[in-house]
């Protein structure tokens, strides 16, 4: 099979079984929902092992499938449904469900799933690929270089609905920031390691959350889906830049969600990742969970979306 032509392909393939051991990466950071006392608190069986590096886990099948093709243009949409914590044996799977075209041009959909210990499903995607043809890129234009706050927006909704564009993170891709994104991800594909290394694909969506956390004074909160499209390769040497602004807020649960609406660029004017990002920015409060019980429960720890 060529790599980003993938023909030999048919409905119902199966793609090979990768199995990972869970890291919680962010155990110190300041979303003190990687924390296990903190989460605790909030119904949770320990620290949440982050979305980002659950998607980086599942990407591990399609960059074995397609390689540097597929960081270039490939398509994701997952959901984050059950938590995942440290230590739990994750099997991340999938299965070919459509594929058309020939050679010259067509595309193909996967269905991925990770499972935990107990068979519970943490996370579901779909991920694509079309070739034969330049992929539709966001115009850099359209998504304006922010400052960095003086201070952080309140975790509110009317802060956020007031915000505009939001402050801008920067990230200098290196050789050994590459390469140890891939290591803490147990991820051992070559294509990340060495002189012109690529970025893996969940250390790019990871800078979707520090846009959300670097703009906005959060509590607790958790990442729950993401809709991806890499657009553009980013190899070591490269500055990246994350820019963007909140999308729709709404409320469900209890919980207070909000959309992101980012571009991660390469020095500037080179689109690499779009992405339509969903978090709970604020949680109900720890006493809440406390009072409810039984399925009757409007909050469910156990249920992310």
């Known amino acids: 099979m060529t790599p980003g032509r993938p023909v030999d392909l048919a409905p119902g393939d199966a793609l090979a079984v990768h199995r990972v051991r869970a890291r919680n990466l962010f155990r110190g950071s300041t979303n003190r929902i990687h924390d296990d006392a903190v989460a605790r608190r909030y119904g949770f069986a320990g620290g949440l092992v982050a979305g980002t590096t659950i998607y980086a886990y599942l990407s ?52 991925l799933t990770a499972t935990t210990d107990g068979g519970d499903v943490a996370a579901t995607a779909v991920a694509g690929l079309a070739w034969g ?32 564009i939001l ?50 004074a959060l509590g607790p909160w958790v990442h729950v889906a993401s809709d991806l499209a890499h657009v553009g390769l980013a190899r070591a040497g490269d500055r990246l830049t994350t820019r963007g602004r909140v999308g729709r807020l709404f409320t469900r649960k209890g919980r207070e969600y909000a959309e992101l609406d980012v571009l991660v660029v390469a020095d500037g004017p080179r689109p690499i990742l779009h992405v339509r990002h969903t978090a709970i920015y604020r949680l109900p409060s720890s006493g809440r969970i406390d009072r409810q019980a039984g399925p009757a429960a409007e909050w469910s720890p156990r249920d992310m979306l």
Not at 95 to 100: D, G, K, M
Not at 170 to 179: G, R
Not at 191 to 202: C, E, K, N, V
Request: charged letters at 20%; a negative charge; glycine letters at 12%.
């Open 60 to 111: 591990h099948l399609l960059v074995r499938l397609w390689g540097p093709t597929w960081l270039e243009r490939g398509t994701t949409r997952i959901r984050f449904l059950r938590p995942v914590y440290e230590g739990d044996s994750v099997l991340v799977g999938g299965r070919v469900v459509a594929r058309s075209g020939g050679p010259a041009a067509g595309e193909a959909l996967l269905d």
């Open 167 to 216: 402050g801008s993170p920067d990230l200098i891709l290196d050789t050994e920031t590459a390469a140890g994104y891939a290591t803490e991800a147990d991820d051992p594909l070559e294509i990340y390691r060495g002189p012109g290394a690529a970025a893996h694909p969940g250390l790019l969506l990871q800078q979707a959350n520090r846009l959300l956390s670097e703009n906005v």
């Open 133 to 164: 043809g330049e992929p539709v890129r966001p115009d850099p234009v359209d998504y304006p270089l922010g400052l960095s706050p003086s201070s952080r927006a309140p975790a509110t909704p009317e802060a956020l609905g007031a915000l505009g």
